[in-house]
DNA sequence: CCTCCTAATGAACACGTGTCCAAAGATTCC
DNA sequence: GGAATCTTTGGACACGTGTTCATTAGGAGG
């Protein structure tokens, strides 16, 4: 019942020429006669012959596709990049396997051995939490797969990133906070001391520390980094943080999705904003300027960002440098109105 | 300086028997005595052996991989989807190829193209506005490729479909907007006549021209179906729609994207939702449960849909019965407070 | 002991491409 | 005019797997 497809034998046998022949019209038209070249064009073109990637990915060793692996798919931050490395890779060619990992190491091996197993010329990884990965990611790269890391990486990394500058993010947000009169100020996020530092929460710490804030109780302890319930484990520790006898008068949120839950229960709590409360979040996502008030937020220069991934990881696919590039980009912290003097009590 | 991988020969080698046994140990254990198959699960265990998917799909005539082309990756009514989908066919052993057609057939052709090359087992598609593909589609299907259609369908379509039942979906909202008392009800949204049936649309015009309601101005007829400035271009026409002498009364946003759009160009013009106008849109999108006032939504049963999808899909691929499946899910109507009846004036 | 059947293993081939080498014809140079 | 070089084309092989066929050993039945 399943027709075939053409293969380059059919063109060169339409054609009139042999098959490898055939294939120069594809790989290197200029050593052809011209009139050659244009026979075996209008062949291909008669039978819509189009090449066997999965024949072609064998002989030549690896697929003509890279992989995409982020933390969570449904976060936007990671749909604008897969959005736009998408354009990027198959511009040049390339196709695009993407799967998440929900920043476990368990889930993330999983994926990587299906990426492995198809050959993928190229991974760009959102790293798990965790480093439990770090040497089959080596032994994929010491195979000829380049890998680029995208969000967030392990201290001593071998491999190449692009990053924001967290810990300048998080840092200009607090002294935002503080600048304004705040010394209560809450870190909503994921906290890792120890098993997965968080740069988000390393530069919480160390901001809140130089301007000697209280933080001990402010920090959303509670929360783990399963990305599907983030949403209500933010609310959650959002209804908890306020409830305290002296509640924070300002609230960091880390994630565009974290940045749902603290608003959902600042509004169910009927809290009021700025007034009763300060709130800045990451993530510049359209409902952040469409609610109200609308949002004070840490916007990611997404667009260059993953562009900058994309270019990175073509070009040295195609000409392998084997140099680690590491690049970090600023935020942008966006005053909308969200932010402002605590009330005085 | 790339090592190479493992194989089979490698695998078989180090258990001392010959390469179809260590095969056997993969695709048919039972076949195998216990100790030899103790054998080969010890050297594969001890190599790290991954089966090389190029190879195998080149031998098998497919690869086991599916295709997902949706509309639009920003879209988070897609993105769900492709959350969801990408779990299902994981969990079977697949890896899912994506792009976007942003609803356009040259675009489509050209991701279609790769998907083909790749020799995908099964393609879930949005199809693109016009039926330019239908052939090649064919095509791909004659080849043993499955396809289902998601979201959209043309008129005659040979293929299985999982659909939202659209019109009931629009009449409903129209229904419930009219029997508030509005009589000037708009539709914002991409407008097709002709060339591009689109069913919301279809589904209006039904609705409003069985009530006798006026319509004629109140469609955005200065939509195009560009996804990427979909939001800008519900912004202008929700602009130009209140700015009419008989501005409607209310406003029905046929998508999650026209939505956002549409809230922000209300928000602008200072009017208030409900008093001044109602709205009601498409997808029950978290943010829209945030904004004052929380919207009315038309909600699709996106995780049904794709579990469907998904299901369908791999069951067709692992048995064909060539059977073609067409399913419509119910929309529900979500009412939280932004339609009210018109003010008199 | 011989035959027949089953269980268990091995060998050979094809999938369609990319790459390397060979061959033949045309052209240049001294 | 002959040798050397370039241009253009063809042939052979390998990539690692899945499949099909062949081979050997062992057990059951008479």
Redesign the pocket.
């Known amino acids: 019942m399943s027709s075939?497809?053409?293969?380059?034998?059919d063109?060169?046998a339409l054609a009139?020429?042999?098959?490898?022949?055939?294939?120069?019209a594809?790989?290197?038209p200029?050593?052809?006669?011209?009139?050659?070249?244009a026979k075996v064009l209008k062949a291909i073109d008669a039978l819509g012959?189009?090449?066997?990637?999965?024949?072609?990915a064998?002989?030549?060793?690896r697929n003509l596709s890279i992989g995409l692996l982020v933390g969570d798919i449904l976060e936007p931050f990671f749909t604008s990049l897969t959005h736009i490395i998408g354009q990027e890779v198959r511009a040049k060619g390339y196709s695009l396997l993407i799967a998440d990992n929900q920043y476990q190491a368990d889930l993330e091996l999983q994926n990587l051995k299906m990426f492995s197993g198809h050959k993928i010329s190229g991974l760009i990884i959102r790293p798990a939490y965790g480093n439990l990965n770090a040497e089959y990611l080596k032994r994929l790269e010491a195979r000829g797969t380049i890998i680029i890391e995208i969000d967030y990486t392990h201290d001593n990394s071998p491999f190449s990133h692009i990053l924001l500058n967290n810990e300048q993010a998080v840092g200009e947000a607090v002294r935002y906070l503080y600048d304004l009169g705040h010394e209560r100020i809450a870190f909503v996020g994921n906290h890792h001391t120890t098993e997965c530092p968080e740069e988000r929460h390393k530069g919480f710490l160390q901001t809140v520390k130089a301007l000697s804030l209280p933080y001990e109780n402010y920090l959303a302890k509670d929360m783990s980094n399963l990305s599907s319930v983030v949403e209500h484990q933010a609310y959650d520790a959002t209804i908890r943080l306020m409830q305290l006898s002296q509640a924070p008068t300002a609230l960091v949120s880390i994630s565009g999705m974290c940045g749902v839950g603290v608003f959902r229960a600042l509004k169910e709590l009927k809290l009021r904003i700025p007034e009763d409360v300060s709130l800045i979040t990451f993530d510049n996502y359209p409902w952040t300027n469409l609610v109200s008030p609308p949002l004070d937020v840490i916007e990611q220069p997404v667009e260059v960002m993953a562009k900058t991934t994309a270019e990175l990881l073509l070009s040295e696919i195609e000409s392998p440098t084997k140099a680690i590039t590491k690049k970090r980009f600023p935020a942008k912290l966006i005053r909308r109105g969200s932010c402002a003097p605590p009330k005085k009590s």
């Open positions: 075939s497809m053409p293969t380059i034998h063109v060169a009139g020429v042999s098959p490898s022949t055939a294939k120069r594809i790989h290197q200029d050593k052809l006669a011209k009139e050659t070249l012959y189009e090449p066997d990637q999965t024949a072609s064998l002989r030549r060793g």
